[in-house]
Nanobody
Framework: VVRLVESGGGSVQAGGSLRLSCEAS??????????IAWFRQPPTKEREGIAT????????YYSDSVRGRFTISQDAAKTTIWLQMDSVNPDDTGMYYC?????????????????????WGQGTQVTVSS
């Protein structure tokens, strides 16, 4: 089990920037096929996968809704994962979660599918005002 804690959420005006952090427990380094992803869930909407990173390499995936505006990255220890959010707009409002999952656990694993991730943080709220 990987424990995850998000931070960095808050209120920002449209066009601004925000950086979210996800602190993962050291167990994340036990897995050779581990990915850490960021999801978000606006009020009354389904959870959406927006970015993921392979913790033992540099592979990243982004949803169309954030590609070119958001950047996922990690520190050298692979236990802090950041989501740099630039040029935000009100549609980016929601609860942001980080999650850990191993690609070898499920034959239908997909990088931005919530079903591909087994460990979740509690979330951090992001509110973008126009």
């Amino acid at each position: 089990v990987v424990r995850l804690v998000e931070s960095g959420g808050g209120s920002v005006q449209a066009g601004g920037s925000l950086r979210l952090s996800c602190e993962a427990s050291k167990e994340v380094t036990d897995y050779k096929d581990n990915y850490i992803a960021w999801f978000r869930q606006p009020p009354t909407k389904e959870r959406e996968g927006i970015a993921t990173i392979y913790t033992r390499g540099t592979s990243t995936y982004y949803s169309d809704s954030v590609r070119g505006r958001f950047t996922i990255s990690q520190d050298a220890a692979k236990t802090t994962i950041w989501l740099q959010m630039d040029s935000v707009n009100p549609d980016d409002t929601g609860m942001y979660y980080c999650a850990a999952g191993q690609s070898g656990r499920w034959s239908r694993w997909a990088p931005l599918d919530p079903l591909s991730y087994t460990d979740w943080g509690q979330g951090t709220q992001v509110t973008v005002s126009s």
